[in-house]
């Protein structure tokens, strides 16, 4: 059983910078593909970026280029940085683990997250 728990959210202004942090249980975390989400209200649940056991990583084009994912595995925790944040970047974000590989649909994760609010102001 793995245990992913998130933080970091908050309010900031367009064009600002935050860092998430997933916090994860486990002895095998090193092996885990990690992943991250973000489910704006009255939306699906979308892929952000990814980042393999190799720290290989992938992005939503919408996100490319202003976010970068990290992982640290000693300390059993993944990052999400956020740079030049729009208000369409206003979601919560969830952090997802899988046994191995890197996916980008939801379904691809067993183990979620309970999420963390980011809310971009204009």
């Known amino acids: 059983q793995v245990q992913l728990v998130e933080s970091g959210g908050g309010l900031v202004q367009a064009g600002g910078s935050l860092r998430l942090s997933c916090a994860a249980s486990?002895?095998?975390?090193?092996?885990?593909?990690m992943g991250w989400f973000r489910q704006a209200p009255g939306k699906e649940r979308e892929f952000v970026g990814g980042i393999r056991w190799d720290a290989d990583t992938y992005y939503a084009d919408s996100v490319k280029g202003r976010f970068t994912i990290s992982r640290d595995n000693a300390k059993n925790t993944m990052y999400l940085q956020m740079n030049s944040l729009k208000p369409e970047d206003t979601a919560v974000y969830y952090c997802?683990?899988?046994?191995?590989?890197?996916?980008?649909?939801?379904?691809?994760?067993?183990?979620w997250g309970q999420g963390t609010q980011v809310t971009v102001s204009s």
């Open positions: 486990g002895r095998t975390f090193s092996s885990y593909g």
């Open positions: 997802a683990a899988r046994g191995y590989g890197l996916g980008t649909y939801t379904y691809e994760y067993p183990y």
